[in-house]
């Protein structure tokens, strides 16, 4: 079964940091750029970051420029999203992507709740 499950979501005041998690199953996980997105209430989902299949950046929001980093780990089918200096405004479901390098095919976590309290 294909799946990306987030993980590490929860309450974190500003300022703080957070690290959260999206493992991978039931596809070849090294074929996929991955990328965290995140969709505040009442707004549309946005892309935070994304890398490539060899780990490069693709994509930097500049709201996160200098707070966030993003990062895969292909042994573990892991990629990860290091969130540092965290503010309310940062307040969202994150979500993981993967969108597959030649069949462009996207698969998405469940999301996982993100809160930071001011």
């Known amino acids: 079964e294909v799946q990306l499950v987030e993980s590490g979501g929860g309450l974190v005041q500003a300022g703080g940091s957070l690290r959260l998690s999206c493992a991978a199953s039931?596809?070849?996980?090294?074929?996929?750029?991955v990328g965290w997105f995140r969709q505040a209430p009442g707004k549309e989902r946005e892309a935070i970051l994304c890398i490539t299949t060899t780990d490069s950046s693709a994509y930097i929001a500049d709201f996160v420029k200098g707070r966030f980093t993003i990062s895969r780990d292909n042994a573990k089918l892991t990629v990860y999203l290091q969130m540092n200096s965290v503010k309310p405004e940062d307040t969202a479901v994150y979500y993981c992507n993967a969108e597959g390098q030649y069949t462009k095919t996207q698969r998405w976590g469940q999301g996982t709740q993100v809160t930071i309290s001011s």
């Open positions: 039931g596809f070849t996980f090294d074929d996929y750029a």
